[in-house]
């Protein structure tokens, strides 16, 4: 549609920068302070340019941990926060697929109960019953583990309503073509299934990524090895320190590395995020 | 290869309160094209599923060849089918969708490189071969449903309206070369279509179906010449064969004597109305409604006082005719199908002496 | 419930795919469940050996208890305002990016990462922006004379928080908005651009209208947003201080239950948040039945 009206382009232009500018404020603070020694932020002129010491910081908290926070070095924590992010994902994903599978090629007694039983995790965010889920993971004696930290966090309604979902698009010929064709069941979920689903894992594969790294009460309570530190707890446990002693190099530097993974599989991955997103529609 | 026969086949759905099939008894010969026709739920498409084994039987039985199919898997029928959207995998190539059910069966590679290479060829693919289905025009993909149906040399052939998502050239095309192929293989085949000209050109034997009943088997030409009910009458032909209720006809002033007593309804082709039926035993005086000029003919829209439904005649050519002129169209006897109040059609052998005296006199007046 | 035309006959298969995720449901979501409904009509002994049957009174206590309902209150307050103020802006930017002709995809890339920020991290950062000693911006409201610090004033503790919830969720609204923005079909905006419509009246009489549906989903989403996922935010910065003034529903679960040990009461305030969950995803269901049906 043709139409110039030169001052609502600068003004649609203007939102967009200051949003963005909004949006980047606080990490691009984050970004100036992991580059500074300890001793600049005593004065409340916090520097807005990147310093010098950005190598020495970030070498300082990857290698050896922060001193007197008594913390392990981070990348460790960055491996565990990896090894959770992939657990969760890759179960998450195995599970649903398989269940909505079952639910939707498959007669069986109890099929509509399952399903509803499955749609009920959807009500059950692990925030609001975390007291009882604590404990039955503590009475399997999970914690301290990886089953125990990953595990109950692996059941989704939301993986399996949208593999459903995406399963009722399919034809019924398809599956029929493949029966003709000698296919039995796990050759159709092999042969024909999974390549079609490939674009719909690898956006939901994005997502619960984000999810699984982001995740911080559960490996909180769950996890008092540091062997098992993910990062994101061991940031909140680096503040508790800097109260007291206040290191904000270090901590932004580390802030800045535990946002590094998701936002660039954010970032390379728009595509996929963005279909993720809106297809689980939550 | 095989004949394939239907025996009483019954089909309920579970949780549905009438039969989507009552009892069909069918039987088709080696080689032959057996082509299903009917209106959309009248259970054609169900029948062909059930002999492809993908809807469970109810009652009666399916044998191909000598076996007995009713409990066999799918797989297990020696049946290939092909889908109306063409149900081709999307993620394999052409080549891929044409192996996977060899692979299946554990076909010999060589046997199967074989095998896609005439099919390939045979059907004009071969430059496709590794494409995806998504790289393909409509009338390729619809001949990779054929290849994939072809390199299984399986004992029929089954087709679910194949050519619907086609537009009309490539239909006519298509219609011909699976006709072609079915010929060269010799494959006994099931083709069901809701088109009747389809249903008209490929059958060997037309079947057709209403409210999941057989309404009619035999050859197109006999369907179309003596159509055994109402139904097919007028589902049979294009346009239909025009139906006029005897009120209607004595309520327009015809002259009704000759029929048989027991007619309830009169059909008459369209081309087979005369424009001008001076002295003609039965007539109407009818208005022109529309002309309809198509080319090579012209098909007239007619309407009178007393007609329900309006009449349409068919004429070679361009007929000079204009909407509103006054017409006397004729109703030749040995044109005319007379039906029963059931719909079903009452047989004029012309035994009857008056009938024969007065067809005489009608030939001495033309 | 929908099902495919040809389905698999197969009778033990169904139940071994189905089997992980059954099993993991039931170990980790509804028997914890059933225990937090159990425990929640139970209170245990001084000691902690015996529990005993009470009926509702853990409930009662609840609502008579000004604290339970003070915090009530503030989750509404804290739920609202994150619910408005990501909204309105992920509007406003959506807005823009579906103007903007070129670029659109840039933008975008720039606006949507905070969704992938930890929320201890987005707490984290703003917390250190508003960091009373240290903080950029406590300095530079100290221009305005107005005195920062969020330790002690209940209200900037809140608005803090608020804050950081609205920044991390702002990317998630844009992109639902800017889908549904980009969905209004071209030739309606046609027409009402040649009934003569200025771009704002097209905007109010046309586009707004017709996202309504996806800004109802939102609407909800972004309620559940801010009263379930929002925990870890308001452990990195308050902890639910000063004197309670951040402690909203989803915290004070916690804080009782683990740090106050109080089982009974703190299993029947799970059991009144399952419930304000479950009204919100029926009421969410509702709106998505109209385009999927189940």
Known sequence: ???????????????????????????????????????????????????????????????????????????????????????????????????????????????????????????????????????????????????????????????????????????????????????????????????????????????????????????????????????????????????????WNFVMAAVVLAMLPPVLVVIFMQRLFVKGLIETEK | MARIQIGALRKTYPGARADTLHGIDLSIEDGEMAVLVGPSGCGKSTLLRMIAGLESVTDGEIRIGDRLVNQLEPAERDIAMVFQNYALYPHMTVRGNLEYGLKNRRTPRAEIDARVTEAARVLEIEPFLDRKPQALSGGQRQRVAMGRAIVRKPQAFLFDEPLSNLDARLRGQMRVEIRRLQRRFATTSIYVTHDQLEAMTMADKLVVMNAGRIEQVGSPM?????????????????????????????????????????????GIRPEHLLPDATGAWMALHVTVDAVELVGSETLVHLGAAGLSAPLVLRQPGAARLAPGMPLRVGLPRQHLHCFDAHGLRIAQDSTDPALRELESRLDALR | ?????????????????????????????????????????????????????????????????????????????????????????????????????????????????????????????????????????????????????????????????????????????????????????????????????????????????????????????????????????????????????????????????????????SSAQSVVLMLIVVALTFVQFRYVERKVQY
């Not at chain 1, 030169?6 to 984050?30: E, K, M, N, Q, S």
């Not at chain 3, 920062?148 to 969720?169: D, E, F, P, S």
């Open chain 2, 222 to 266: 006999d369907l179309f010449e003596t159509p055994r009910s109402l139904f097919v009458a007028g589902f049979i032909g294009a346009p239909g064969m025009n139906l006029l209720p005897v009120e209607d006809l004595r309520a327009s002033g015809a002259d009704l004597t000759g029929l048989p007593g027991t007619t309830s309804v009169v």
């Open chain 1, 1 to 247: 549609m043709i139409e110039n009206r030169r001052w609502l382009d600068i003004l649609t232009h203007a939102v967009l920068i200051l949003g963005v500018a909004i949006v980047a404020f606080p990490v691009w603070v984050a970004l100036v302070a992991s580059t500074h020694p300890a001793g600049s932020f005593a004065t409340g002129h916090m520097p807005l340019l990147p310093g010098g010491h950005g190598w020495d910081n970030y070498s300082t908290v990857l290698g050896s941990g922060m001193r007197g926070a008594g913390s392990e070095p981070l990348w460790r924590m960055l491996i565990n926060s990896t090894i959770m992010a992939v657990l969760i994902t890759a179960g998450k994903i195995a599970i649903s697929l398989t269940s909505a599978y079952a639910i939707v090629w498959f007669r069986f007694p109890l099929r509509v109960v399952c399903f509803w039983l499955i749609f009920i995790t959807l009500m059950l965010p692990v925030e609001v019953r975390i007291l009882p889920t604590f404990k039955v993971v503590a009475d399997f004696g999970l914690l301290n583990s990886w089953v125990g930290l990953t595990l109950p966090l692996i059941a989704s309604a939301t993986a399996t309503f949208l593999f459903r979902q995406f399963f009722m698009t399919l034809p019924d010929e398809l599956v029929e073509a493949a029966r003709i064709d000698g296919a039995g069941p796990m050759k159709f979920f092999r042969d024909i299934l999974l390549p079609l689903s490939r674009t719909n894992i690898a956006a939901l594969s994005v997502i619960l990524f984000i999810y699984g790294w982001v995740q911080y009460l559960w490996p909180t309570l769950v996890t008092t090895d540091p062997k098992f530190y993910t990062v994101v707890m061991g940031i909140k446990r680096m503040v508790a320190v800097a109260e007291a002693d206040p290191q």
């Open chain 3, 1 to 265: 419930m929908q099902t495919k035309r040809t389905i698999f006959p197969n009778k033990g298969l169904p139940w071994l795919l189905i089997g992980p995720q059954l099993i993991v449901t039931a170990i980790f979501f509804l028997w914890p469940s059933a225990q937090a409904i159990w425990t929640s009509f139970r209170r245990e002994d001084p000691f902690g050996l015996n529990t005993t049957f009470v009926g509702l009174a853990n409930y009662t206590r609840l609502f008579d208890s000004g604290e339970w309902v003070a915090a009530a209150g503030r989750t509404a307050v804290f739920a609202v305002s994150v619910t408005a103020l990501s909204m309105i802006s992920a509007l406003v930017l959506a807005l823009a990016a579906n103007r903007v002709l070129r670029g659109s995809r840039f933008y975008t890339t720039l606006l949507v990462w905070p969704y992938a920020v930890a929320p201890v991290v987005a707490g984290v950062l703003w917390w250190f922006l508003f960091n009373p000693t240290i903080g950029l911006l406590p300095y530079m409201l100290s221009g305005f004379g107005i005195s920062w610090n969020h330790r002690v004033n209940g209200g900037q503790a809140m608005t803090l928080i608020v804050i950081a919830a609205a920044w991390k969720h702002v990317s998630y609204n844009f992109l639902f908005f800017l889908a549904a923005l980009q969905s209004v079909p071209k030739s309606l905006i046609e027409a009402a651009a040649i009934d003569g419509a200025g771009p704002f009246q097209r905007m109010r009489d046309i586009v707004l209208p017709l996202i309504s549906p996806t800004t109802f989903f939102l609407l909800i989403v972004n309620i559940n947003y801010a009263m379930f996922d929002t925990f870890a935010i308001i452990d990195a910065t308050t902890s639910g201080g000063p004197a309670g003034a951040t402690n909203i529903l989803v915290y004070k679960v916690y804080a009782d239950g683990f740090l106050g040990l109080n089982l009974g009461s």
